[in-house]
RNA sequence: GCCCUGGUGGUGGAAUUGGUAGACACGCAGGACUUAAAAUCCUGUUCGCCGCAACGCGAGUGCGGGUUCAAUUCCCGCCUGGGGCACCA
C-alpha cells in the first residue's frame, strides 16, 4: 500500500471540519494558551509561499500545546481595509468590499489545503459593520480620554474638566475663572489639545494630478512614482493618536514582553528619548521691521560669520544679572512684585540680557523692555551710554519704556497702568500669532524671537557656528530679509518637491543661508542661521545648533559652506573630521573653560535654568500617530463637526455604516471620497477615514469574545484568555503596528477595560521568503522602419545567459556568433532595412524553468504563444528554431534523452516575491503535487523560520522521500501492514526517546528546521534497525502531529484507534538514551589529530595518562612534555605543547 | 544617511553556553534492482597537495586585524545582501 496523501489529506480535512475539532472553547479546566498570527491583508494576488511560513510554524505551535495539554487558541482573520483595495476600485469599478470578499475567500480556500488548526468560528473582517463597530467605539473612548501626567495613565476628559474648573491651568496661563468665562467652542479647543484622540493640522504628499495623498515611498526626486507627476506638501486636517503621552510607558513595557533583543532596540530606537536641553537663541534681527530691516542689516556690515564687532564679558554680565536678581533696589522690587505672575496679562522677566544689555523687566511676547533708572543715570556718560542701549535695543525692535525711581515707588499704579497700555497697543501691532491648532508641529509658539533648539549636548554650546532650522519653520518667513529672500524661496521649493525619506537620506549637502543671525544667549556672538533639509520640523523643535567641530554632521556642513569652525575641543578636534567625545576639557567656552565636557552638561542646563533661557528637557523622536486618511475603504469616524467643534456621534448610533459611493476618487481640496456624499456632508460627518491600522490595533482581543453584540470583549474573558501567548509575525511589523496595538492596550487597560498593558507575551519574528527571478534575454531591434513594415514579421531571438554575458563584455567570438545567426534570421524573414539591436533582459516566469534551464516548450506556450514563434540560441551556440511545416514536435530539454541536450540558461536574481515579477510560487500547486504535509514540513525544513531566505522548490523531494520512507515503516507495498507489537529492543528505544528529547526541545525553541531534521535522522535509523514495532511508532506519530498532521492522523487511527490530535505528546525518559562512554577528540595545540574513547567518569589525571600513552599523541608530541592538557568532560581534550 | 539583521561546500542549511566545522537534505558522480523507465536501495561528494588506495599534510565559516590552550561563536575596522524609516500592509 503506497502513500497516498492526496487522498489521506482531503479526508482528515473533512473530517475535522465536520467534528469540529479545532473549535475552542472559552471555559476549560486546562491551562490557556493563545496562539496568533499577525493579521494578514487580503491581497488579490493570493498566497504566496512565503505567507504560510508563519502560519505553518504558528500551526506546528499550537498544535503542539494542545498535546501537551493546553486549551490552544488560534484563530485566524482579514484586515480587510486597506489601499490595494481602493486601488483597484479606482482601476476597475469594483466595489472594494467586493474584491475583498474575493480575495478572502481565495486565501481561506488555499490555507484550507495546508491543513491548519484554525478555529474558524471566530474568523474576523476589519471590514465588517459588527466589528468595526467596536474600532469606532475605541476611537470614541480615546477620543473621551486625556493621559493624565501626575497618575502617568490614561484618564476621562472629564477629570482634567474638574482640574481646569477648580485650578485653571498654569501651562497654558488661564485660571480657573478664565476658563468658566470661555466659550464652549474655546474649551473645546483647549480640550482637544489633551485628548488621547486629537484633530490638528498635518502635512502630506499632495499629488494634483493623481488627486491623491502619496505616501513618502510613493515620491521618488520630487514626482509620483505612478506617472511621474508633481507633488506638494499639502497642509491637512488630520487626526492623531497622543501616543507621544505613551513613550515612557511603551519603552518600560519592553522590560515585561519577550521580544527580541533587535525587536527591543528597534522600538527603543524609533521612540527615541534623548535628555538634553532646550535652548532659545535670541534673534539678531527683529522680524517685526519688515523692509527698514535689510538696510540696517546691510548697514551692519556683519564680518562674515566670525565674531560680532563688539565682545562682551559675558560672563560679567551674567554675574551681574544673578546678583542684581538679589539685590534689586527698591524700585525694582516694588514693580517685580506688581508685574511678576502675568498679573497685567503679560509675561514679564527681570533683569533679562539682550544681547550684552541687560534689561530691568522686560516682556518678550510684545517686545517691550522698561527700565528703571537710578539716580546715577543723570551723568552725561550714563545719558549716552543709555542712548546707544536704546538705540540698540530699538534697532532689534524693542520698544524701551523708562521711569524713575521715584516714578515706581510713588506712582506704582500709574507705571503698572502705562505699561498695560502700551503692551496692548503693541500687542496690536504684532503680526498675528498663527494658530496652528494642536498639531504635532512644535514651531508654534512665541516664534519670532528667538529660535528654540533642542540638544543633547547643551556642554558644547561655545562652539555653536551655525544654526540650521527647517525650511518649512514658521520662523523662515519672519526673519529673512529682502535681499535673500530669492535663493530661500527657491531652496524652499526644491524642499517641498522632496519627500521626508529623501530628504533624511540625502548624501549631498544642500541648505541655504537666510540672511538672518541668532545670538548665542551666553556671549552675544552672532550665529548665521541656515535652512536645511535634512532638518524637518517634525523633530524636537525644529531647529539645531551646528557645533561642527563634535558633530559629524554640522561638520561636513560647515566645510561645505566654508562656515569658519570654532574649536572647543583642543587636540581632540583635528580639523578634518567632528570628534563627538564628550571626555575632552573644555576652551573657548567662555565659564566652562577648563571643565570636562561630561561635568559642563548639568553646568550649562543650571545657567539656562537660571536665566530663563533654556531648561531641560527629554525629547523623543517619535511623534504622534497620524490616525487619519483621505481615502473611503476604512471605518468612518464617528464624529460630528459642528461648528468647527468635534462632537461624538452618541455610542449608541455605532456602528456609523461606511457609505456607498459613486467614485473612489478623493473629494475637493484634497478631502476624502466621503465628502463627495451630499448627505455625508449635511449631516455634518467626518470625511476622513481611518487608517489600516485602527482595526488591527485590537483585533486580537476580539478573537476571544468575536460574536459579542454588548460589548468589544467582555472583561471575563479578556481575563482568561490573557496576553497573546506567542505572537508570529515578520520584523516590518516592527515599529508600525506593534507599537500601535501596545499603545491601544495600554489605553484600554488605563480606561479599566482589560487587565493587562501588553498585548504579547512572547513575538516571534519570520523572516521574509524572497523570490528567486529568472531572466531570459531577447534581441531588441533598432532600426529604422519602412512606414508598411510588417512587424509581426520581426523574429523573436532569445539568447542564452553566457552568450548574453560575454557579448555584455564585448567577447568577440559570442559577437560574431550572435551577429551572424541574427543576418541569417534577418534574411529569412526578406527583412534588410535594419541591422543593429541591443539585448534586453525580461523576467520569465519561474515556474516554467528548472533550477536555471528553461523549459522551452512550456516556455513557448506562456502568456497566451506570445514566443511560440521564437529562436534560441542556446548554451552551446547551437540553434533551436520553430518546427518547418510537417515537423514533428521536439521534446523539450526536459523530455531528455533524444538527440543534444543543449539547454538555455536564465539569468537569477534575488527580489521581492511579486506578481509583476513572475517569482511567484504558489502553494497550491506545490500541495498538489507533493501534499500539504509534505508542503508544510519543507517550508519548515527550509531553515530557520526568523531568517529571511529566497524560496527554492529544489529540496522538497527530499522530505517527501521522507514521508514515504516513514509510510513504509507502516505499509509494505506488498504485504501490507507491517507494523507488530512486539517489545522495543534497547538501541530502538534509545533511537526513540533521543528524538523525543530534540523535538520536544527543537519545537520549544522554534528550531523547526533541525525538528525536521531529527525526524529524518529517526526515520533512516529506524528504518536501517527495521524497526515496526508499534511501541517505538505509535509516539513516534503523535509527535509528528504537529509537523505533519494528517499522515500522523491516518497512522495513528490505524495503529492505535482515535484521534491523535488528542493524543498526549510522549514522556522523554534518560535513562534509554545514557552513555557510559565518549568518544573525545583530542587535539595537539588545538587541532584535533586522533579520537579516544574514553569512559565518562574517569578524572584529568586518568585522561592525561590515557591520553598521553596514544600512539598518535605520541607522534605529534616528538618526545617532548606538553606545557598543559585541557580536558573539559564530555567535550574534548586539547594538548598543549 | 540612520536603526535592525544576515553572510558557512555546487545549493538550503547544522554546530543550543568558546570545545571534533559542514549534521540533515538537495544536486552531482558511480553502482544495484529492471527488457527499459519510474520508484527504491547502496557508495562517494569542502577545497588543494601526495598517492593505486588507505593513511597523511595544508587551507578553510564575507574581508583584514585582535583576545584565547581553543573562535562560525567574543572584540575592533571594513565589504556586502535583506528589512524598516511614520499614508504599502
Known amino acids: 500500500m503506497e502513500y497516498r496523501f492526496r487522498d489521506i489529506e482531503k479526508k482528515w480535512q473533512q473530517h475535522w471540519e465536520k467534528t469540529q475539532a479545532y473549535k475552542v472553547s472559552n471555559t476549560s479546566e486546562k491551562p490557556k494558551f493563545y496562539v496568533l498570527d499577525m493579521f494578514p491583508y487580503p491581497s488579490g494576488a493570493g498566497l504566496h509561499v512565503g505567507h504560510p511560513l508563519g502560519y505553518i510554524a504558528s500551526d506546528i505551535y499550537a498544535r503542539f500545546k494542545r498535546l501537551k495539554g493546553f486549551n490552544v487558541l488560534h484563530p485566524m482573520g482579514y484586515d480587510a481595509f486597506g489601499l490595494p483595495a481602493e486601488q483597484y476600485a479606482i482601476e476597475h469599478g469594483v466595489h472594494p468590499a467586493i474584491s475583498t470578499e474575493q480575495n478572502i475567500n481565495n486565501f481561506r480556500k488555499q490555507m484550507d489545503n495546508i491543513g491548519f488548526c484554525f478555529d474558524w468560528s471566530r474568523e474576523l473582517r476589519t471590514s465588517d459593520p459588527a466589528y468595526y463597530k467596536w474600532t469606532q467605539w475605541i476611537f470614541l473612548q480615546l477620543f473621551k480620554s486625556w493621559f493624565n501626567p501626575k497618575a502617568n495613565k490614561a484618564e476621562s476628559i472629564t477629570t482634567l474638566i474638574g482640574i481646569f474648573e477648580n485650578e485653571g491651568s498654569q501651562a497654558e496661563e488661564f485660571t480657573a475663572a478664565d476658563w468658566k468665562n470661555f466659550t464652549e467652542k474655546r474649551k473645546q479647543e483647549i480640550l482637544m489639545g489633551h485628548r488621547l484622540a486629537y484633530c490638528g493640522i498635518g502635512e502630506v504628499n499632495w499629488c494634483e494630478a493623481l488627486g491623491t495623498v502619496l505616501a513618502n515611498d510613493e515620491v521618488v526626486n520630487g514626482v509620483s512614482e505612478r506617472g511621474g507627476y508633481p507633488v506638494v506638501k499639502k497642509k491637512l486636517r488630520q487626526w492623531y493618536l497622543r501616543i507621544t503621552d505613551y513613550a515612557d510607558r511603551l519603552l518600560e513595557g519592553l522590560e515585561t514582553v519577550e521580544f527580541s533583543d533587535a525587536m527591543k532596540e528597534m522600538q527603543t530606537n524609533w521612540i527615541g528619548k534623548s535628555i538634553g536641553a532646550e535652548i532659545q ?190 525650511p518649512e519653520h514658521e520662523l523662515i518667513e519672519k526673519i529673512v530679509p529682502a535681499n535673500h529672500k530669492l535663493p530661500v524661496e527657491e531652496y524652499i521649493t526644491y524642499v517641498k518637491s522632496r519627500s521626508e525619506r529623501e530628504r533624511i537620506a540625502e548624501k549631498k549637502i544642500t541648505g541655504c543661508f537666510t540672511g538672518a543671525y541668532a545670538l548665542n544667549p551666553f556671549n552675544g556672538r552672532e550665529i548665521p542661521i541656515w535652512i536645511s533639509e535634512y532638518v524637518l520640523a517634525g523633530y524636537g523643535t525644529g531647529a539645531i545648533m551646528g557645533v561642527p567641530c563634535g558633530d559629524e554632521r554640522d561638520h561636513k556642513f560647515a566645510k561645505h559652506f566654508n562656515i569658519p569652525i570654532t574649536n572647543i575641543i583642543g587636540n581632540y578636534y583635528n580639523g578634518e573630521e567632528a570628534n563627538a567625545t564628550k571626555d575632552a576639557i573644555l576652551e573657548n567656552s567662555d565659564f566652562l573653560n577648563g571643565m570636562v565636557m561630561r561635568d559642563a552638561i548639568g553646568v550649562v542646563i543650571g545657567r539656562l535654568e537660571d536665566r530663563e533661557i533654556g531648561e531641560r528637557k527629554v525629547n523623543y523622536k517619535m511623534r504622534d500617530a497620524a490616525f487619519s486618511r483621505q481615502r473611503y475603504w476604512g471605518e468612518p469616524f464617528p464624529i460630528q463637526w459642528k461648528d468647527g467643534v468635534a462632537i461624538p456621534l452618541p455610542e449608541s448610533e455605532l456602528p456609523l455604516l461606511l457609505p456607498e459611493v459613486d467614485s473612489y476618487s478623493p473629494g475637493p481640496d484634497g478631502e476624502g471620497p466621503l465628502a463627495n456624499i451630499p448627505e455625508w456632508v449635511a449631516r455634518e460627518l467626518e470625511t476622513n477615514t481611518m487608517p489600516g491600522y485602527a482595526g488591527s490595533s485590537w483585533y486580537f482581543l476580539r478573537y476571544m469574545d468575536p460574536d459579542n453584540k454588548q460589548e468589544f470583549c467582555n472583561r471575563k474573558v479578556s481575563d482568561y484568555w490573557n496576553q497573546v501567548d506567542l505572537y508570529i509575525g515578520g520584523t516590518e511589523h516592527a515599529v508600525g503596528h506593534l507599537l500601535y496595538s501596545r499603545m491601544w492596550t495600554k489605553c484600554l487597560y488605563d480606561l479599566g477595560l482589560i487587565g493587562f498593558d501588553e498585548p504579547y507575551k512572547k513575538l516571534m519574528n519570520q523572516g521574509m521568503i524572497q523570490g528567486s527571478s529568472r531572466f531570459i534575454y531577447r534581441i531588441s531591434w533598432l532600426g529604422v522602419f519602412k512606414p508598411d513594415f510588417d512587424f509581426s514579421k520581426l523574429p523573436i531571438i532569445l539568447v542564452s545567459k553566457n552568450f548574453r554575458n560575454s557579448w555584455v563584455h564585448g567577447e568577440k567570438e559570442s559577437i560574431e556568433k550572435i551577429n551572424d545567426e541574427v543576418q541569417k534570421v534577418l534574411k529569412n524573414a526578406g527583412i534588410t532595412s535594419m541591422h543593429t539591436f541591443s539585448i534586453s533582459e525580461l523576467h520569465v516566469d519561474v515556474n516554467i524553468v528548472d533550477g536555471v534551464e528553461l523549459d522551452i516548450e512550456a516556455f513557448k506556450k506562456w502568456r497566451n504563444g506570445e514566443y511560440s514563434n521564437a529562436e534560441f540560441i542556446l548554451e552551446d551556440g547551437s540553434v533551436y528554431a520553430p518546427l518547418s511545416p510537417g515537423e514533428p514536435a521536439r521534446p523539450s530539454h526536459s523530455d531528455g534523452g533524444l538527440g543534444v541536450r543543449s539547454t538555455y540558461i536564465c539569468g537569477v536574481e534575488t527580489e521581492k516575491m511579486s506578481k509583476s515579477k513572475f517569482n511567484t510560487v504558489n502553494p497550491d500547486t506545490l500541495v498538489e503535487k507533493y501534499g500539504a504535509d509534505t508542503f508544510r514540513m519543507y517550508e519548515m525544513f527550509l531553515g530557520p523560520v526568523e531568517q529571511s531566505k529566497p ?155 590515557i591520553a598521553l600513552a596514544n600512539e598518535t599523541v605520541q607522534k605529534w608530541l616528538e618526545g617532548k612534555t606538553p606545557k598543559k592538557i585541557i580536558f573539559v568532560k564530555g567535550k574534548m581534550i586539547n594538548i598543549v605543547i
Open 951 to 1105: 524560496w527554492d522548490t529544489k529540496g522538497i523531494e527530499g522530505v517527501h522521500r521522507f514521508l514515504k520512507k516513514l509510510w513504509r515503516l507502516f505499509y509494505d507495498e506488498v504485504k501490507g501492514k507491517i507494523w507488530n507489537d512486539g517489545k522495543a529492543t534497547d538501541a530502538e528505544l534509545k533511537v526513540l526517546h533521543k528524538t523525543i528529547k530534540k523535538i520536544e526541545e527543537d519545537t520549544e525553541r522554534f528550531s523547526f528546521n533541525t525538528a525536521v531534521s531529527a525526524f529524518m535522522i529517526c526515520v533512516n535509523e529506524l528504518s536501517d534497525l527495521k524497526c515496526y514495532k508499534k511501541e517505538i511508532l505509535e509516539p513516534l506519530v503523535i509527535m509528528l502531529t504537529p509537523y505533519a498532521p494528517h499522515i500522523a492522523a491516518e497512522l495513528y487511527a490505524e495503529l492505535a484507534g482515535g484521534e491523535v490530535i488528542n493524543a498526549s505528546f510522549p514522556k522523554f525518559e534518560a535513562k534509554y538514551v545514557a552513555e557510559s562512554s565518549k568518544e573525545y577528540p583530542v587535539s595537539i595545540n588545538g587541532k584535533v589529530r586522533t579520537n579516544i574513547t574514553i569512559s565518562l567518569d574517569v578524572s584529568q589525571q586518568e585522561v592525561e595518562t
Open 281 to 470: 537663541f535670541p534673534l539678531s534681527i527683529s522680524p517685526r521691521r519688515g523692509e527698514e530691516m535689510e538696510e540696517i542689516g546691510a548697514k551692519l556690515k556683519r564680518p562674515g560669520f566670525g565674531y560680532p564687532d563688539y565682545k562682551v564679558d559675558s560672563e560679567m554680565s551674567f554675574e551681574n544679572a544673578k546678583r542684581m536678581r538679589r539685590e534689586p533696589t527698591e524700585a525694582e522690587s516694588i514693580l517685580w512684585s506688581a508685574l511678576r505672575s502675568k498679573q497685567t496679562g503679560y509675561k514679564f522677566r527681570r533683569q533679562h540680557p539682550v544681547e550684552n544689555y541687560i534689561a530691568d523687566f522686560i516682556c518678550l511676547d510684545v517686545w517691550l523692555a522698561i527700565e528703571v533708572d537710578g539716580g546715577y543715570h543723570t551723568t552725561v556718560e550714563q545719558k549716552e551710554a543709555d542712548d546707544i542701549r536704546d538705540s540698540r535695543l530699538k534697532e532689534l525692535g524693542f520698544t524701551t519704556l523708562r521711569f524713575t525711581n521715584e516714578e515706581v515707588i510713588n506712582k506704582i499704579d500709574i507705571v503698572v497702568e502705562t505699561i498695560q497700555q502700551k503692551a496692548t497697543e503693541l500687542k496690536k501691532t504684532l503680526p498675528p500669532k498663527t494658530i496652528g491648532g494642536p498639531g504635532p508641529s512644535p514651531l508654534q509658539g512665541e516664534a519670532g524671537e528667538r529660535v528654540t533648539v533642542f540638544t543633547t549636548r547643551p556642554d558644547t554650546i561655545f562652539g555653536v557656528d551655525f544654526m540650521v532650522v527647517a
